[in-house]
């Protein structure tokens, strides 16, 4: 099968002479679609930074990242955000929703910028609501919903355009537990329902144990990869907080 | 300590302070230049000559000067207000560190005080040259002959009574500074930024009803004024500007509902970022509904005085120049009210005035009673009748065509004699002048030569004689005097309108780039969303335009149509002294309005665009 992501080499070298920082140090990994994978690591490991670049926020300073073959690095200006609009969805920890806008604006919103035919767009964003369980917010603006809901609308959003790829940036760091069990079990629900691809960014062991596969970062290498194999969350939750306290110990061990 | 921090500070935020600074600068600059008006030459010029009109020029400035301080101030005020909102967490982060609210004050203080001082200075030196260009237009405009010294200087008491006014204006800002920084909270400092308005859908019925009303009223205030005119003022006047204000306010707040559910159901609204736009707008509209009604009214005002004193510019020269065809006219009353005829170019030789020298025509006319019963000519508008012959004499005299026989007396096409004394004069045939009993002499002069150095030289004559008139009631009508009125009355009318158009234009144009620049922050946020979401830089760019542009173009419509129904009021009252030319008046308002509102909205967009992409001012 042909890989949906698939990242070599990737190198990502912050500031200039005498304060180099190297956040990433040539990365290697491929997704496939229909999976589920999260990212992992301490603070400071280069999970940000290699979302930032293969969400084309940032880019590279070497290596290369290819989305359904296509080579991200050397898409520029308009082609880029047409590339972001028409291939890429995101849900970010915060400042996630127009707070101008109601749920089903900021739905709308991600159809509507790509110039979806207009007279379709109600009903596509209707379907996204009812497939992530926030039909009864649409009318609502986000000040009005809870957190949570917020993230489930970001998420229909973020999943309205059909998108080959959807990035979850820390989706449940401001949430509480009930809201980020709710959250997940939606995004899982896209994942096996619809088959939607999915690249979770987390240090929650909790909201990794949702995925299928995980990918462990540190200091910007990758340090260790982890199938869930059909396991049971628990079992994978546990297998996964094993894995973190090596990843700490390590750290210890530098000291 | 507070000192050197508040001077590091002003240099830093330089761009913070930019908008603030302009502001201050551009109010200080215009109140100086029209308050330096009675140093510049020109007005020295015409006081020489003892214009009347100069007088009331300076009687007037100050009056509006008042009035002008008190929009500057509210403007200022409103400036200084933002420039704290964009402080906010700034001020937050010195309480953190442990910094007095004493402190704090006097930190703000000071740096307000820089920016205020600094503003004066530029504001000053500007007025200065801004001065002296208005007085070289002036003198390019109205004076044929430029006099003696016309140079670049400093009026002191326009500076005074600039550092004045607005030391006082600096004073309660920077009280207003002290008082809300000590009274503010710190989690409001750390955490602005973060509030937003709360927008909620409000019942469509209800913006209906409200718009409907603001019709209603604003309807009302347009018929009261149409009906009973601009300049009665009593109570009913009161009631027609009270319901103005509110007709427009309602219009204002119940506009952005009222859309946003008619725009809704139409399939444009999810199209591009037409729907973000519209939001945009809408969930600031509640905020902004009492500052568009001011900018509205500012506008009514600046469009209005504007296009009124263009208006009255242009009647006052059609009226006054065509009453002024000879350089002299002496009106002979005679002697103790008897008729009694004068060789006039005889009595200027007396004086040492060769006629044959100096002037190049020299024509008498005799005009009589008006008898009504002969004439058939009413007494109340006719005080004397000329003969046709007489009439075509002069006309003649000046290249212009003259009356063919008359069957019955006519009012005079012409003026035969400069000032008021054309005025009701008859035109009769020649057979009816029997019956007639003299009234006045009249003789018209033209000057040979330069015409200004002959006027010297007989107006010197006459001051040095004696006995000019042997006797008899004479008075003199110079066109160089009639002349110098008009030009003072255009001034005065000229620099009037445009004093207060501009004042009232700018501060309008000010405030609602002040509103949108401070709301461009709070904006960066969503625009970056934007562009993660993918819309690409020339689509945000172009949300950012129209939604600016929204913001300008809605209080312009409404000041547009107010104007206009308040120019057809204006003009009823003005066309007591003449005809206004509509057009040419409406076509330059629109021109200044065009250079100056439109020259603002850019500088907004583009300081917006800034703003928005870089997430700060």
């Not at chain 1, 991600?110 to 992530?132: F, P």
């Not at chain 1, 996964?240 to 210890?252: D, F, N, R, T």
């Not at chain 2, 308050?35 to 009331?56: I, P």
């Not at chain 2, 300008?552 to 409404?558: D, S, V």
Request: hydrophobic letters at 45%; aromatic letters at 8%.
């Amino acid at each position: 099968m042909e890989p949906i992501l698939s990242v070599q080499g990737l190198q990502k070298i912050y500031g200039g002479k005498g304060n180099r920082t190297q956040a990433l140090r040539g990365l290697d990994f491929k997704v496939f679609p229909g999976e589920f994978v999260g990212v992992m690591g301490p603070s400071g490991s280069g999970k940000t930074t290699l979302l930032n670049c293969i969400s084309t926020i940032d880019s590279p300073s070497a290596g290369s990242i290819l989305v359904e073959g296509a080579e991200l690095t050397r898409l520029k200006g308009k082609s880029l955000s047409r590339f972001r609009r028409e291939r890429l969805g995101f849900i970010f920890q915060d400042c996630n929703l127009l707070d101008t806008l109601t749920g089903l604006e900021n739905i709308s919103l991600a159809l509507t910028i790509g110039g979806a035919e207009s007279r379709s767009v109600e009903k596509r964003a209707r379907e996204a609501a009812r497939l992530l369980g926030v039909e009864e917010v649409l009318d609502k603006f986000p000040y009005q919903m809870s957190g949570g809901q917020q993230q489930r609308v970001a998420a229909a959003r973020a999943m309205v355009t059909q998108p080959a790829l959807i990035f979850a940036d820390e989706p449940t760091g401001a949430l509480d537990s009930k809201s980020t069990g709710m959250l997940l079990g939606q995004l899982d629900k896209l994942n096996r329902e619809e088959g939607a691809t999915i690249l979770l960014v987390t240090h929650d062991a909790f909201t990794a144990s949702w995925c299928k596969r995980i990918l462990f970062l540190q200091d910007g290498e990758l340090y260790k990869e982890l199938h869930r194999n059909g396991a049971d969350r628990k079992t994978f939750f546990r297998e996964i907080l094993a894995v973190v306290s090596e990843l700490g110990g390590e750290s210890e061990n530098v000291l | 300590m507070s000192c050197k921090l508040a001077l590091r500070n002003v240099r830093r935020s330089i761009r913070d302070y930019a908008v603030y600074f302009l502001t201050l600068t551009f109010g200080v600059c215009l109140f100086y230049t029209f308050n330096s008006l009675g140093d510049q030459s020109v007005m020295r010029f015409l006081a020489q000559n003892q214009n009347s009109m100069v007088e009331s020029i300076f009687i007037l400035m100050g009056v509006f000067s008042a009035f002008v301080v008190v929009v500057l101030a509210g403007l200022i005020l409103y400036a200084n207000q933002f420039l704290m909102k964009r402080r906010k967490r700034e001020l937050g982060t010195y309480f953190l560190l442990g910094m007095s609210a004493g402190k704090v004050s006097r930190l703000m203080i000071f740096e307000t005080l820089l920016i205020g001082l600094g503003a004066l200075g530029t504001g000053i030196l500007l007025g200065a040259l801004a001065s002296w260009g208005l007085d070289k237009l002036t003198i390019a405009m109205f004076l044929a002959t430029p006099g003696n010294i016309f140079s670049f200087s400093l009026s002191f008491g326009a500076v005074g009574k600039t550092v004045l006014y607005f030391g006082c204006i600096f004073l309660v800002v920077t009280l207003f500074t002290g008082v809300s920084v000590s009274q503010s909270r710190l989690i409001d400092l750390i955490r602005s930024g973060r509030t937003n308005e709360e927008i909620a859908q409000r019942p469509l019925a209800l913006a209906v009803a409200l718009f409907l009303l603001g019709c209603v009223s604003l309807g009302t205030a347009y018929a009261i004024l149409l009906v009973r005119g601009l300049l009665r003022i009593d109570l009913l006047w009161f009631v027609m500007l009270g319901l103005g204000t509110l007709g427009t306010f309602l219009i204002f707040r119940s506009l952005s509902g009222f859309l946003l559910r008619l725009t809704q159901g139409h399939p444009g609204y999810y199209k591009g970022l037409n729907m973000f736009v519209l939001r945009q707008w809408s969930g600031k509209v509640h905020t902004n509904c009492a500052a568009n009604t001011v900018i509205s009214i500012l506008l009514l005002l600046a469009i209005g005085v504007t296009a009124c004193s263009v208006g009255l510019n242009d009647t006052i020269t059609a009226t006054v120049g065509g009453q002024t065809p000879y350089d002299l006219t002496v009106l002979n009353y005679g002697r103790e009210g008897i008729y009694e005829e004068a060789d006039v170019a005889e009595l200027f030789r007396n004086i040492g005035v060769d006629p044959d020298a100096c002037f190049s025509s020299v024509e008498g006319v005799t005009v009589y009673y008006n008898d009504p019963e002969i004439t058939g000519m009413p007494a109340a508008g006719y005080y004397a009748a000329v003969a046709l012959s007489d009439y075509n004499r002069l006309m003649a005299g000046r290249g212009l065509e003259g009356l063919a026989d008359l069957e019955k007396p006519i009012r005079t096409p012409n003026a035969i004699v400069n000032g008021p004394a054309a005025d009701g004069v008859a035109v009769v045939p020649d057979e009816m002048l029997p019956l007639l009993t003299p009234r006045r002499q009249m003789v018209n002069i033209c000057y040979a030569g330069n015409a200004v150095q002959v006027d010297d030289m007989v107006r010197m004559a006459l001051d040095e004689s004696e006995d000019f008139s042997a006797g008899l009631d004479i008075m003199m009508n110079y066109k160089l005097d009639n002349y110098y009125d008009l030009m003072g009355a255009k001034i005065l009318v000229l620099y009037m309108g445009l004093y207060l158009g501009l004042v009232f234009l700018v501060t309008a144009a000010a405030i609602l780039a002040l509103q949108q620049l401070s709301q461009a922050a709070d904006n960066a946020q969503r625009y970056q969303l934007l562009s993660k979401l993918g819309a690409p830089e020339s689509m945000r760019r172009g949300a950012l335009v129209r939604q600016v542009a929204l913001a300008f173009l809605l209080p312009l419509a409404l000041g547009v149509i107010h104007a206009f129904v308040g120019m057809k009021a204006a003009n009823e009252v003005i066309h007591v002294m003449g005809h206004v030319d509509s057009v040419h008046s409406s076509l330059l308002t629109a021109l200044f309005l065009l250079v100056i509102y439109g020259g603002y909205f850019i500088a907004t967009c583009m300081g917006a665009w800034r703003a928005v992409r870089e997430g700060k001012i």
